[in-house]
């Protein structure tokens, strides 16, 4: 089955803003029926749309509301008969028909679970992002959802917070990039055909931002920061056709979002020309009340509505308060009225009114061969070599045993990760069954896990483990986290191995064995101790139901690393937050600073200099943002720009030469990144602005060229004027964004 639309030729240049469809634009055929369908509702049939409540009991108890035109979308209902059945009161039952809008998170595929979002976007590909969130889209349609509430595209520069596993990580570009795709996976072609289902973009606006990684918490974005980093993803979501909106749960400097109207109405609908449908987070407009930004949840309809939300998921005060707030004249008719034409604009862009029940006969699409091949090549793209001493990997024909350790050899549940409602373990295939079923005629496995899961602080059986490693060539340690200790609310203070996972690592390398570390998890986690004590470390953010044939093949040779880290992985928790993209200091560490060991006792206040680090843990990440190794090497060399100095309206066309050094086929992730020398404001010490994989051949050289419009370097000034700013900047091409030479360029009016 073809998965994929052709690339349009725009995503050959790599940018993002020239291969945006925008909204879809206005239809005035079908605007015309969404003035007539609202010319015939009462008030109340008008509230019911913006009322979106979680399936519940058998379908007599549903049918009582929607058949009196009270229900506008219902989530959590994946039963197609149940679907069909609901479907059939509102079309046939209510007295406009009108017909649901049925949603389910789907954030990383329904049945076929793809690597959580986080591990796609190690994979700096787009298409990847696409074409999981195509095969999801098809798979979830086809049993009657046509609403999801994905793509997660919230920034996150702290991997205390549990979410940061459902995002594209720190990066503002990167996430443009890989969301916009995931929204046309989703909406494919056209939101019309039936395999298509709305994109939500969320959580708008902020909530990656939340204090110390605490999930729900304040976050503290000013207007600049909000427009340069937080809002750019929800802008390239808005070009990609996004349908849907999400509010978020936080506050942001007082505002919880849900009743933000310089968000939602301002940016999103006035700026972006957004015309689809607002809907709050789970109950986030009633949690304005927890808040302290409503007394009640009167006042939170109030609230959220004056703002600019369309619909309410769950919590009821839309429907229970509105009638009363426009009779008081809190609320304007015609508030409610745009509210229902946002609603009803996708649910006939959606075809629900020409097409509102699904073949219950057609054949299952579910875990089709193509959705199981798409997930491994996706898990392979996904996997990051953060270390490979001596070649370890990948592992050779001289390697006759292998010991398998570690919790997460085998934890079909576990390695799907956070956000799977749908997914089932006995569909998922594992290390240590792929490793058996497809390498077992090539090395002998010794299985002795060690520990029985990730938190197990029972030592007892790592001594067999280690007995495992001692009989063995190499050692294959599977360590991690259950899915269970991130995502939603499950935010963690320390980001070690949890459990005994350090001792069994330990204990195995003290065997003198190779030890093989592959982490699944989803965030990155602090290792160093680990990743001293292996030979070689790949890095896995949970890769789903194919995991385990991908994982195998990158052991063994079959397919080679290619992933890059999409977040800045910490030494420790106390340099949180940690990225790439921050802004200099006027005293910026040395890198030659004197740390916490190499103190001489009674050192003399000013004896180690005064620049910004941490005397226990220095400047340097343990891996920075865009890090990963192959089996092979590349070398970077003439690089040229097209010109020295630029006009705002110039492209600049980046040039140079990347040779495959090695002796394995590979694939590597180039980056472009920029430095605004010196602007009316502070500017990163670099952004990433293009980034392409490039294919090569061992041996093999080839010349790469990338394109960069001037406008591109554009950011919200002194002025909040987005605009490029004539003066000097840096550029650097390379495989990781803390080395390659820096070029210069400058920019003139
Ligand atoms: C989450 C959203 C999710 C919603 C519906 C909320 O708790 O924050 O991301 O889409 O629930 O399940």
Not at 698 to 710: C, F, N, R, S
């Amino acid at each position: 089955m073809k998965l994929l639309r052709v690339w349009p030729a725009c995503l050959l240049l790599l940018t993002v803003v020239s291969c945006s469809k925008g909204p879809e634009p206005k239809d005035k055929a079908l605007e015309a029926k969404v003035e007539k369908l609202l010319s015939q509702m009462t008030l109340e049939e008008k509230i019911g749309q913006m009322n979106q409540i979680s399936s519940f009991g058998n379908i007599e108890d549903m049918s009582v509301i929607i058949k009196k035109g009270e229900i506008g979308s219902i989530l959590n209902e994946v039963d197609p008969l149940r679907v069909n059945a609901l479907q059939r009161v509102a079309v046939e039952e209510s007295r406009l028909g009108i017909p649901l809008l049925i949603a389910r998170d789907v954030i990383h595929g329904f049945k076929t679970i793809f690597p959580i979002p986080l591990g796609q976007a190690a994979s700096f590909n787009p298409e990847v992002a696409e074409e999981g969130a195509r095969v999801a889209a098809i798979e979830a349609s086809s049993v009657g959802v046509r609403w999801t509430f994905a793509p997660m595209i919230d920034i996150a520069r702290d991997p205390r917070w549990g979410r940061i596993a459902e995002g594209c990580g720190e990066d503002t570009y990167l996430t443009s990039v890989m969301g916009a795709a995931m929204v046309r996976g989703f909406q494919g072609d056209s939101l019309s055909d039936p395999t298509s289902i709305a994109a939500c973009p969320k959580h708008f606006v902020g909530y990656g931002a939340a204090e110390g990684g605490r999930d729900y918490n304040s976050t503290f974005i000013p207007e600049r920061l909000m427009r340069n980093v937080y809002l750019p993803p929800f802008e390239a979501a808005a070009r990609a056709g996004a349908a849907t909106y999400m509010t978020s749960f936080n506050d942001n400097d007082g505002i919880p979002s849900t009743g933000n109207a310089f968000i939602l109405k301002e940016v999103l609908r006035k700026e972006w020309g957004f015309d689809g449908i607002v809907v709050t987070d789970w109950a986030s407009a009633t949690e304005m009340i927890s808040h302290g930004f409503a007394a009640d949840p009167k006042e939170a309809a109030l609230r959220s509505v004056n703002a600019g939300v369309d619909m309410e998921m769950v919590s009821y005060s839309f429907v229970r308060n509105l009638p009363e707030l426009i009779k008081e004249g809190k609320v304007k008719q015609s508030t409610i009225d745009d509210a229902v034409r946002n609603i009803l604009r996708i649910k006939f862009r959606l075809g629900l009114f020409d097409n509102p029940y699904l073949d219950e006969k057609k054949p299952s699409v579910l875990y089709a061969e193509s959705h199981l091949a798409a997930a491994k090549k996706a898990a392979v793209e996904s996997a990051i070599l953060l270390k490979n001493d001596n070649h370890t990997l990948p592992l050779t024909s001289k390697v006759k045993t292998v010991a398998i350790v570690g919790p997460l050899a085998d934890a079909p549940y576990e390695q799907m990760g956070t956000w799977v409602f749908d997914g089932e373990k006995a569909h998922t295939q594992t290390p240590l069954h792929a490793i058996r079923e497809m390498y077992g005629d090539r090395v002998q496995v010794i299985y002795e896990p060690g520990l029985a899961y990730s938190r197990d602080k029972n030592t007892t059986n790592i001594i067999k483990a280690a007995a495992a490693a001692a009989r063995a060539d190499v050692v294959l340690a599977f360590v991690g986290e259950e899915s269970i200790l991130s995502g939603e609310a499950h935010c963690l203070a320390d980001l070690n191995l949890v459990g005994a996972q350090s001792e069994l690592i330990a204990a195995v390398a003290k065997t003198g064995k190779p030890v093989v570390t592959v982490v699944m998890a989803g965030r990155p986690l602090t290792i160093g101790k680990e990743v001293d004590l292996s030979a070689a470390v790949l890095y896995n953010f949970h890769p789903g139901t194919m995991g385990g044939p991908a994982i195998a093949d990158l052991l063994f040779g079959a397919a080679v690393p290619s992933g890059k880290t999409p977040v800045t992985f910490p030494k420790m928790v106390g340099q949180i937050p940690m990225y790439y993209a921050h802004n200099n200091t006027g005293r910026p560490a040395a890198r030659t600073e004197t740390l916490i060991d190499d103190i001489p006792v009674e050192a003399g206040q000013t004896s180690l200099g005064n620049t910004s680090f941490y005397l226990d843990a220095g400047f340097d990440p343990l891996f920075p943002f865009g890090y990963g190794l192959s089996y092979t090497t590349f070398e970077y060399s003439n690089i040229q720009l097209s010109s020295a100095t630029l006009n705002k309206n110039d492209v600049l066309a980046v040039t140079f030469d990347l040779q495959n050094t090695g002796t394995y086929p590979a694939t590597e992730i180039v980056q472009l990144y920029i430095q605004d020398k010196v602007g009316s404001v502070t500017r990163p010490v670099k952004e990433l602005k293009r980034f392409t994989r490039v294919a090569l051949e061992p041996g093999e050289k080839k010349a790469v060229t990338l394109e960069l419009p001037v406008s591109e370097l554009a950011f919200y000034n002194i002025d909040m004027i987005k605009t490029v700013e004539p003066g000097d900047f840096g550029l650097w091409v390379a495989g990781d964004s803390q080395t390659g030479e820096e070029l210069v360029f400058k920019v003139i009016d």
